[in-house]
């Protein structure tokens, strides 16, 4: 089925540490230590797209659930040349569910969870606000939750980058290919 949507127990349950993890993924791993790493969670390297070119961003390695009955996206690494791990983006319909302390930031309705992301910003003295295309960001926390469609719905796709020098804002992380997923 084109939009179904993984169940909320199904999902693989990590946490977000700004700037440090997405769970398992520590920011800086190499993209064999990620593809180990995520074999062992459950997770299988499926595509690996070297020459992405969006600043230093060189290869984006797409990963789906190894007991899935579809290959499909559920999660994607975004590497520099240099080899190191610098976005994650996880998929609305299969990733696991990450959460921003109580927060979970993925499939869930966008108006929520961004009600629930504001509410945290404030309360943590972080400055968030929204990219042109009105998603909830923050260059502080290093996230940008994005709206993707499951069927006739939406569901929040979370994308988190530790971009350090290379870009200035959150939205100037995010590459091409993560536009184009809807």
């Not at 693989?12 to 800086?28: C, K, N, T």
């Not at 993209?31 to 070297?50: P, T």
């Not at 690494?77 to 983006?89: N, P, Q, R």
């Amino acid at each position: 089925m084109v939009w179904s949507v993984v169940d909320e127990s199904g999902r693989a349950q990590w946490h977000y540490m700004p700037g440090e993890a997405v769970g398992p993924l520590r920011f800086g791993m190499s993209r064999d230590s990620v593809c180990a790493l995520l074999e062992e969670r459950g997770f299988v390297a499926d595509v690996l797209q070297s020459h992405i070119g969006h600043g230093p961003l060189r290869h984006q390695t797409n990963f789906h659930a190894a007991n899935a009955r579809s290959r499909r996206t559920a999660l994607t690494a975004y590497h520099t040349e240099a080899d190191v791990l610098s976005c994650v983006a996880v998929d609305a319909l299969r990733g696991p569910q990450v959460s921003l302390g109580s927060i979970r930031l993925v499939g869930r309705r966008p108006s929520i969870v961004a009600d629930e992301f504001f509410a945290y910003a404030q309360e943590h003295g972080l400055q968030a606000g929204c990219s042109v295309e009105g998603d909830p960001e923050s260059d502080e926390l290093g996230i940008l939750l994005r709206a993707q469609r499951a069927g006739d719905i939406l569901l929040t796709r979370a994308f988190f980058a530790r971009y350090d020098s290379w870009a200035y804002t959150m939205y100037d992380s995010v590459p091409g290919a993560e536009w184009d997923t809807r």
